[in-house]
Every structure is written in structure tokens, then in C-alpha cells.
Nanobody, 116 residues
Framework: QVQLVESGGGLVQPGGSLTVSCAAS????????MGWYRQAPGKERELVAV???????SYSNSVKGRFTISRDNSNEGVYLQMNSLKPEDTAVYYC??????????WGKGTLVTVSS
């Protein structure tokens, strides 16, 4: 079992920056990829960024150049640095962890609101 707890969400003005964090516990040795998803009101949950154990990162087109994902080598945390935030970035951001044996885990989410 893997437990994920997000933190760092809040209200930020357009153009501002915010970093959300995810703390992982439990069987963290089994984690392969870690990533961030988000779900805006009325929309489906979408992948924002993912980081593999090998250090490869990928981003959705909507956040490329603005967001940066990073993770602890110990798998104890994954982070999403968000710059140049836009109102359309407003969403609940969820932490995800995928294990080597195909299990998927989710946090409960943290709300990021981008508004002036």
C-alpha cells in the first residue's frame, strides 16, 4: 500500500507561482512513476506531468515551459513547481504513484485557484 498526501494548494494571482507537494508513505520502494493530475470544474481529470524512476519527465502541452515536476530519489515526495499561472490552471491537483507491479495510488487532492 502507498499513501499519498498533497499540500501547498491555495489562491494565487494570474502570473504568480505556487508549488504543490506530495508526501508518499507505505510501500514507497515499489513506486515506479510519480506524477500530477488535475481536474477542473466540469472537466475530466487530466495528466499534468509525470516523472519516472529513470529521471524522465513529461508534461502536458498546456503546462510545458511553465511547470516543473521533481521527485525525491527515495520516492518520499514529488513536487510540482507552477510558474506563470493562468486562470485555466484552476483545478484540484492530484498526486499519483504507479508501482512496478501495476498498482495505482492517488491522493485526495489539493485545490489551486488562480484568480485576481
Amino acid at each position: 500500500q502507498v499513501q499519498l498526501v498533497e499540500s501547498g494548494g491555495g489562491l494565487v494571482q494570474p502570473g504568480g507561482s505556487l508549488t504543490v507537494s506530495c508526501a508518499a508513505s507505505g510501500s514507497i520502494f515499489s513506486i515506479d512513476a510519480m506524477g500530477w493530475y488535475r481536474q477542473a470544474p466540469g472537466k475530466e481529470r487530466e495528466l499534468v506531468a509525470v516523472a519516472t524512476t529513470g529521471g524522465i519527465t513529461s508534461y502536458s502541452n498546456s503546462v510545458k515551459g511553465r511547470f516543473t515536476i521533481s521527485r525525491d530519489n527515495s520516492n518520499e515526495g514529488v513536487y510540482l513547481q507552477m510558474n506563470s499561472l493562468k486562470p485555466e490552471d484552476t483545478a484540484v491537483y492530484y498526486c499519483n504513484a504507479d508501482t512496478f507491479h501495476g498498482m495505482h495510488y492517488w491522493g485526495k487532492g489539493t485545490l489551486v485557484t488562480v484568480s485576481s
